[in-house]
């Protein structure tokens, strides 16, 4: 029987790359948010609004902050000094099918200063799935070489078969 290696340098790498495959999942979603003017926007579609510091501060203090200088919600309408987006305030996580709980808010376009529809992305779904099965390849091909599988025998000789 042939000693097994040291695990230690596996477990680096399976981490890294881990780590590696949670960096190219985060920075490759399958939707892109996509410059349109605030004109050109239908109902019911999922933007990403853009404010100034002034539309930030007069955003109320119930709704969800993100720490960032959008607001992502589902466009309602637009008049010709304000805009009503609908925002989602609660995931329902016991019921995915449920819809998702939302809040009217109204923004003054003097506040919007870009607007971004929510596009699929073709090539970046397929760098996820791609990314996913390499990275699940790699993975179980460290295993197994950590393992000590490679190479083994597989024929059943007379002292590998046990009679009770």
């Known amino acids: 029987m042939r000693p097994r290696a040291s ?3 596996c ?8 780590a590696a495959l949670a960096s190219a999942f985060a920075s490759s979603a399958c939707f892109e948010y996509v410059p349109v003017p605030a004109e050109a926007v239908p109902a019911s579609e999922d933007v990403r609004v853009y404010l100034s510091r002034r539309g930030l501060a007069d ?12 607001v992502t919600g589902r466009w309602a309408r637009a008049t010709g000094d304000s805009v009503m987006l609908q925002v989602p305030v609660v995931r329902r996580l016991e019921d995915p099918s449920a819809p998702d709980i939302r809040q ?48 083994a025998d597989t024929e059943v000789g007379p002292d590998q078969v046990r009679v009770p």
């Not at 955003?59 to 959008?70: C, H, K, W």
């Not at 791609?130 to 390849?137: D, E, M």
Request: charged residues 20%; hydrophobic residues 50%.
């Open 7 to 9: 695990l230690a340098p």
């Open 11 to 18: 477990a680096t790498l399976v981490a890294s790359l881990c």
């Open 59 to 70: 955003l109320p203090e119930d709704l969800p902050s993100t720490g960032r200088a959008f």
């Open 104 to 151: 009217n808010l109204f923004v003054a376009r003097a506040d919007v200063l870009d607007v971004r529809r929510r596009r699929f992305s073709t090539a970046r779904t397929a760098l996820a799935v791609a990314g996913a099965v390499g990275g699940s390849a790699v993975i179980v091909t460290v295993i197994m070489k950590a393992g000590g599988n490679e190479g």
